[in-house]
Structure formats: structure tokens, C-alpha cells
């Protein structure tokens, strides 16, 4: 009798009576080549029951023509067929229009129907006079020049403020602009760097900025004599500003600077006003006389290249409270410009870097809460009166040349504070150990 067991695909066979045996398969492999495409059948070799494994081997080659295609229309086109490559040739060249339009207001330009794209365009500007009205502005314009043809119309209150701020393309206006019996022009030029040359009758009080980085800014036409202004905000109004003396000279004739509290970065690195003069203006400006705890932040912050000979500047200080970074890095050589009101509460910095100041008058730092860096930089100072009423650190290490004169006017005006007066080997040599003992009575720590 012989039965299938087939979990295990085996034969056992058992004679009556007998214990059963196992027979198993006799599988063996077999191999097959492929020519050509089609189906193949697999059988076992002679003597085998089954197959154990097909090694199958393909060793022919499709032979797929090669295509190619011209597309000579726009479309979408099918290339049909087995392929071993396909060459397309495109030469289908866009449809390009003319376009003409008349420049009045905005206008967008898009090709017609039926056009890829635009071959040129002409533009045809009116035959009339272009003419502007009180209040328009042209923020963020990037035209580089206003035809000859365009009339400009007299502002008035507020309207100069930032009429052609960020105008970078900007580069000259001959158009006159009558700006000065406006109440304001902040910010009307500011950050046009290419501008050059600008045509007006004077200033408004509040100029905050009005050409605050116009680094190009070489020709300013005034319409009319001089006739000054009571200026009230001057802040970042001259930011970096490329006028020479001659140009400033004119500037200045114009302008009243008395009632002036903040002249914040308003001459900032601007080495053409360090050569004006008084006999040059033939007076003084005063610069916040008439206005109290004035800030001159940076004002005149890094305009080397000035040559100044303050002996004779134009300027005279009044009613100071802030000065930090006033002069940093400037040739100034003395301080003949500081007037006895100013009262220093910030003093940070306000000479750092000026190498060739020798001298410095008397300054009151009763309020100063801040005098770190103050002459940081001062490699030629030789001469100071003194600063009546320190109480705060200051760091005169950087100026080997003082003589002993003036150490002792530092020393014999401070507070009585624990603050420390940092004056370098050099300078405390030149005192005797009763000279130190002043400053450490008061409480001071010498170094």
C-alpha cells in the first residue's frame, strides 16, 4: 500500500504487516537559455521526480529601431512605437509683440493674446508740461531724473517730509523746491546715495534727516539771499554728507541753531564743516544757547580728514547733557567750543580716538554717571583744567604726555568716591606719594 504524506512531500510505503519507510522525492535541477521573446515550459530531466531549482539565462538583444521627430508647432505631440532613442529637433520660435504705450500713471505691460512675449516697447510721454501738486510724494521711486518739462509745486506744512526718501536711482533735480516757509522736511532726501545736485531756498525748522546718507550730495543750489532759520530738530539731518567747506559755508549762513536740543548724529562723519571757520561765516553759531539738556550724541562723530584748528571753529557748545561719542575719532586739537553750561550726565567715549587733541578745558562731571573711554586714544593730550566733581571711573592711561600740572587738576577736583583713576605707569611716576595720598583720602583707587 503507499501513501502520500503531504506535509512532506514524501512516498511511504508499507507492506501488510510491516513497518511503514519513508521514500523521498528525487528532485534535481535544471537550466533553460532564452534566445528570443516568448513562453517557456520547464520539465524535469530524465530519472528526476521534480524540479529543485531553474537557472534561467537570457542571450539575445532587443532590436528596437532608433526614432527621431521634428516639432515644428506648438503642442503637445505623441511619438508612438517601441525605441531603443528618440532625437527631437524643436524649431518652434516664440511669437513676440511691439508694444507702444503713453506714460500716465501706472501701467502694467503683458504680451496680447496669442504673443509669448514682448519684442520692445516704446514709451510716449504727453506733449504737456508734467506738473506736480502740494503733497504728492515719490518714496521709493526708482526714477533716476525728472524730465525738464516738470514743474514742481510749492509745499506747504508737512508735505516736503519724505518726499523722495529712498529714491536710490535718484541722481539730480534742477527743478527748484521752495521747502523753507514749510513747517517740516524730515527725511526728505534720506537715503538717496547717488544723489548730486538739488535746487532750494533754504530750510524749514525741522530737517531730522533731510539728507541723512546722501554721500553724493555735492551741489546744493540756493534760490534767493540767505536768510536763517530758527531750526528745531537737526537729528541725522547731515549723516554722513559730502558737502565741502565752500557748500557748508552756504548751509550754515541759513540756519539758527540756538533752539536746537538734539543734534544727534546730525553732522556725523562730515570732515568738510571741521575747516568752516568764524571769520568764515563772520560769527558764531551757538548751538543750543537758548534750549536746555541738549544731547550732542555722535554729532560730530568720526569727520576726520577736517584738518580742524578749533581755535577758530564756527561752533561753540551751550547747555550740554549727553555726549557720548560727540568727538570720537575727529582732529580736533583743543576745546576752546565747550561752553561752561554744558553738564555732562553721559560723557562715554566723547573723545576716544581723537589723536591729536592736546588740550581740554575745564569740564564739570558732578552728573556724569558715565565717563568710560572719554580720552581712550588721546596719545598727544598734554593739558587738561581738570573735571570738577568726578565720581566715576576714568582711564587716562592712553595719555602718557600730561604734564604734572594737569594730573594734579584731576586729582584735586575729584569727589569723594570709590571709583578708580586709571593713569598708566608713565603718569604715576610723575607724582609723589603725597600727591597720590590726595586721591586715596577721597577714597579713590589710583592705577
Not at 548751509?251 to 546730525?266: C, D, H, P, Q, T
Not at 566723547?350 to 589723536?355: D, E, G, L, P, R
Amino acid at each position: 500500500m503507499i501513501y502520500i504524506n503531504k506535509s512532506n512531500k514524501e512516498i511511504v510505503t508499507s507492506p501488510r504487516g510491516s513497518t511503514p519507510y519513508v521514500i523521498p522525492y528525487k528532485l534535481g535541477p535544471n537550466d533553460i537559455s532564452i534566445i528570443s521573446p516568448g513562453a517557456y515550459t520547464v520539465y524535469p530531466l530524465r530519472g528526476f521526480d521534480g524540479l529543485s531549482s531553474v537557472d534561467v539565462r537570457a542571450s539575445y538583444d532587443f532590436n528596437y529601431p532608433s526614432k527621431s521627430a521634428d516639432i515644428t508647432s506648438k503642442g503637445i505631440h505623441t511619438i508612438e512605437g517601441p525605441m531603443s532613442s528618440l532625437t527631437v529637433n524643436t524649431e518652434v520660435p516664440p511669437t513676440l509683440q511691439e508694444v507702444k504705450i503713453d506714460l500716465r500713471g501706472d501701467t502694467i505691460i503683458e504680451p496680447g493674446e496669442g504673443f509669448d512675449g514682448i519684442s520692445s516697447i516704446t514709451v510716449s510721454t504727453p506733449s504737456t508740461n508734467l506738473q506736480d501738486i502740494d503733497g504728492m510724494k515719490y518714496t521709493g521711486s526708482t526714477i533716476a531724473n525728472f524730465p525738464d518739462s516738470m514743474v514742481f509745486a510749492k509745499r506747504t506744512g508737512n508735505n516736503p517730509m519724505g518726499m523722495f526718501q529712498n529714491c536710490t536711482l535718484l541722481r539730480f533735480i534742477k527743478q527748484p523746491f521752495y521747502i523753507k516757509d514749510c513747517d517740516s522736511a524730515e527725511n526728505m532726501f534720506a537715503h538717496d546715495d547717488q544723489l548730486t545736485e538739488i535746487t532750494i531756498d533754504g530750510f524749514p525748522p525741522l530737517i531730522k534727516g533731510i539728507f541723512d546718507t546722501c554721500g553724493r550730495l555735492t551741489t546744493i543750489n540756493f534760490i534767493g539771499a540767505a536768510e536763517k532759520t530758527n531750526i528745531r530738530n537737526i537729528e541725522n539731518a547731515f549723516y554722513s554728507f559730502a558737502g565741502s567747506k565752500e557748500l557748508w559755508i552756504e548751509i550754515l549762513k541759513r540756519m539758527n541753531l540756538e533752539y536746537v536740543n538734539s543734534f544727534r548724529y546730525a553732522f556725523f562723519n562730515c570732515a568738510g564743516l571741521q575747516r568752516v571757520s568764524k571769520s568764515d561765516l563772520g560769527d558764531t553759531l551757538y548751538l543750543g544757547k537758548s534750549s536746555k539738556g541738549v544731547s550732542y550724541e555722535n554729532a560730530f562723530n568720526f569727520s576726520r580728514g577736517g584738518s580742524l584748528t578749533t581755535d577758530d571753529w564756527c561752533f561753540e557748545l551751550w547747555n550740554g547733557t549727553n555726549f557720548n561719542g560727540t568727538f570720537s575719532s575727529t582732529d580736533i586739537k583743543n576745546t576752546n567750543f565747550w561752553h561752561s553750561s554744558n553738564k555732562p550726565v553721559s560723557f562715554k567715549r566723547t573723545f576716544y580716538n581723537c589723536t591729536y587733541l592736546k588740550e581740554v578745558v575745564s569740564i564739570d562731571l558732578t552728573d556724569c554717571s558715565d565717563a568710560s573711554g572719554a580720552f581712550t586714544g588721546c596719545v598727544s593730550l598734554e593739558t587738561l583744567q581738570g573735571f570738577p566733581g568726578l565720581k566715576v571711573n576714568m582711564d587716562l592711561s592712553s595719555s602718557p604726555k600730561l604734564t604734572h600740572e594737569s594730573l594734579m587738576n584731576v586729582i584735586n577736583n575729584l569727589a569723594a568716591s570709590t571709583a578708580t583713576l586709571t593713569l598708566g605707569e608713565t603718569n604715576l611716576s610723575k607724582l609723589t606719594d603725597s600727591e597720590k595720598k590726595i586721591a586715596t583720602d577721597k577714597g579713590w583707587t589710583l592705577k
